[in-house]
């Protein structure tokens, strides 16, 4: 199994970036697919998730300092999660990790996630 995440990139504050996370070795379509960051000198902090909601349902989880800027989506049809990150602020700066985890895991926390990507760095110049 494995996740590539790729799409960072330098980018002005106010831009916009897509990161996209392409998973294979099995599918994930009824995985929770989360975003994860790490800037220099921060612990990693969870920053999106998509879960399953039962049928063809799925629901989006955001951290606070994201909400109403980046949109996480998921097309199980090329077992791939994006991020579309818009107004990116200095503040986004960090490299970014995708990973797959259990349906019964927690959304949010990192421990609940067992496969990632290698990150992708994205920095935000102002």
């Known amino acids: 199994v494995q996740l590539q995440a790729f799409g960072g990139g330098l980018v002005q504050a106010g831009g916009s970036l897509r990161l996209s996370c392409a998973a294979s070795g099995r599918t994930f379509s009824n995985d929770n697919m989360g975003w994860f960051r790490q800037a220099p000198g921060k612990e990693r902090e969870f920053v999106a998730a998509?879960?399953?909601?039962?049928?063809?349902?799925?629901?989006?989880y955001y951290v606070d300092s994201v909400k109403g800027r980046f949109i996480i989506s998921r097309e199980n049809a090329k077992n791939t999660v994006y991020l579309q990150m818009n107004s990116l602020k200095p503040e986004d700066t960090a490299v970014y990790y995708c990973?797959?985890?259990?349906?019964?895991?927690?959304?949010?926390?990192?421990?609940?996630?067992?496969?990632w990507g290698q990150g992708t760095q994205v920095t935000v110049s102002s």
């Open positions: 998509i879960r399953w909601s039962g049928g063809s349902m799925y629901y989006a």
């Open positions: 990973a797959a985890g259990r349906y019964s895991g927690s959304y949010n926390n990192a421990r609940d996630y067992d496969y």
